[in-house]
């Protein structure tokens, strides 16, 4: 073999022996490069069945924890729709999911604040003892139980100029804004009047067992609170009337039209409004305020929420 020839099969060979390296390093670096995506969420998301938007919105939001988990479900187009909802609690979405599954005629945010408050479930199962603790934000509704002994310490007796009945109580602040409101409301020529306020466990059995003779429970349910379950045992709580009216028609009343517009301002809120029975689970009361604070209660206001609502949210959130 000549020199020449000798050389130019080196220089082949080593050329050869660079591209056989190059391309290696380039299919090694591609095929760590494809592992590496393959181990993104965002990856495993898409694959897993979400679209590229939902991917996107998850990964923005989740932890490292949560997307774990998330992946360990089957894929539901529904769950970005519940993570998106302003009361989405993470403790709920399988109830979130359940519930909408059986009542899918309802919207997400109903059914949000369905389970939120309890009310996928019948009233009165599962309740736990109202959190007393709480003082003016304390729940008492069917699935928040006073019980038999919870008294406020501080109640005071109601002025019969402010109110019927024979020396009603009211808590001393729900009363202070009270007189706060009234007057505010005389000023506007309305007349606000108490006709019942706080109630204790004995008077609520009564009345709720006069109720059941009259109508049966289930009439009575939606009307009355059983003993330990009744607001008005909190002392934050005011039935109200004005001169010449009843339940039935106060809210065709210029007091009525009042208290929408300004009863926030005070800290007082309508409890039971219309529309939202499923949630609050009594029939709509224009009479019946309940004094929460300013703050929560304007809160309410503008975000047109029941109170069990809010509790649900704010002061039991995903805990
Ligand atoms: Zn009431």
């Known amino acids: 073999m000549s020199k020449l020839k000798l050389k130019t099969r080196n220089i082949v060979i080593a050329v050869g022996c660079v591209v056989i390296v190059v391309v290696l390093a380039v299919g090694l670096f591609r095929w760590k490069k494809t592992l590496d995506y393959q181990a993104t969420y965002e990856y495993k998301l898409e694959h897993h069945g979400y679209s590229e938007e939902d991917t996107a919105y998850f990964l923005e939001k989740l932890s490292n924890e949560e997307l774990d988990a998330l992946l360990a479900r089957d894929v539901d187009e529904n769950i970005p729709k519940f993570m998106k909802e302003e009361y989405y609690l993470k403790k709920n979405l399988d109830q979130y999911l359940a519930?909408?599954?059986?009542?899918?005629?309802?919207?997400?945010?109903?059914?949000?604040?369905?389970?939120?408050?309890?009310?996928?479930?019948?009233?009165?199962?599962?309740?736990?003892?109202?959190?007393?603790?709480?003082?003016?934000?304390?729940?008492?509704?069917?699935?928040?139980?006073?019980?038999?002994?919870?008294?406020?310490?501080?109640?005071?007796?109601?002025?019969?100029?402010?109110?019927?009945?024979?020396?009603?109580?009211?808590?001393?602040?729900?009363?202070?804004?009270?007189?706060?409101?009234?007057?505010?409301?005389?000023?506007?020529?309305?007349?606000?009047?108490?006709?019942?306020?706080?109630?204790?466990?004995?008077?609520?059995?009564?009345?709720?067992?006069?109720?059941?003779?009259?109508?049966?429970?289930?009439?009575?349910?939606?009307?009355?609170?059983?003993?330990?379950?009744?607001e008005h045992q909190t002392g934050l709580t005011i039935d109200v009337t004005t001169y010449g009216e009843n339940e039935n028609t106060f809210d065709k009343t210029e007091e009525f039209a009042w208290l929408q517009n300004h009863a926030h301002e005070y800290g007082f809120i309508l409890r039971y409004p219309e529309g939202k029975e499923h949630l609050t689970g009594y029939e709509y009361e224009s009479w019946h305020y309940r004094y929460v604070g300013v703050e929560v209660a304007t809160y309410i206001h503008e975000h047109n929420i029941t109170y069990d609502e809010y509790y649900a949210f704010f002061l039991e959130g995903d805990n």
Do not use: C
């Open 99 to 230: 519930y909408y599954q059986e009542n899918s005629d309802k919207s997400i945010t109903d059914v949000i604040a369905t389970v939120n408050v309890g009310a996928n479930k019948e009233w009165y199962t599962d309740y736990v003892d109202a959190d007393t603790s709480k003082d003016t934000l304390v729940l008492a509704n069917k699935f928040h139980f006073l019980g038999e002994n919870y008294e406020p310490n501080d109640l005071v007796e109601v002025s019969n100029w402010y109110a019927y009945g024979d020396g009603p109580l009211l808590r001393k602040i729900a009363y202070d804004e009270f007189v706060g409101m009234y007057n505010a409301a005389k000023e506007d020529g309305q007349d606000i009047i108490i006709n019942s306020s706080y109630r204790d466990y004995q008077y609520q059995l009564d009345l709720y067992n006069d109720y059941v003779s009259w109508y049966g429970q289930t009439k009575t349910d939606e009307m009355a609170a059983r003993p330990g379950f009744s």
